[in-house]
């Protein structure tokens, strides 16, 4: 059973920064995709940046790119979300997760779309507020 347990969150100023962290446990496949995703009250989840395995195909909602960044360090198992000048309106719950993936352009499309499949995984989430 894969575990995915997200670390980092907090309270910040606007233009602050924060990193994020995702300890991956447990059987992983071997090629797949991680993102990031946020859910903010009264709002419906979404993606936030996602990538493949070995660092390719990497993806960013339009409203964190130059700010956001995502990265995984294989050694370490550990994925990662480097926020920085951040913003009230990045306030949010942030889960990172994991699929299964038969293609790059997978972590992109339906994966940064909709979620892990019924055979990926979500990590519990963390919390990132941002006051102005």
């Known amino acids: 059973q894969v575990q995915l347990v997200e670390s980092g969150g907090g309270s910040v100023q606007t233009g602050g920064s924060l990193r994020l962290s995702c300890a991956v446990s447990?059987?992983?496949?071997?090629?797949?995709?991680m993102g990031w995703f946020r859910q903010a009250p009264g709002k419906e989840r979404e993606g936030v940046a996602t990538?493949?395995?070995?660092?390719?195909?990497?993806y960013y909602v339009d409203s964190v790119k130059g700010r956001f960044s995502i990265s995984q360090d294989n050694r370490k198992n550990t994925l990662y979300l480097q926020m920085n000048s951040l913003k009230p309106e990045d306030t949010a719950m942030y889960y990172c997760?994991?699929?299964?993936?038969?293609?790059?352009?997978?972590?992109?499309?339906?994966?940064?779309?909709?979620?892990?499949?019924?055979?990926?995984?979500w990590g519990q989430g963390t919390q990132v507020t941002v006051s102005s």
């Open positions: 997760a994991a699929d299964l993936s038969l293609a790059a352009t997978y972590c992109s499309g339906t994966f940064f779309l909709r979620g892990p499949s019924k055979l990926g995984y």
């Open positions: 447990g059987h992983t496949y071997s090629s797949a995709c």
């Open positions: 990538i493949y395995s070995g660092g390719s195909n990497i």
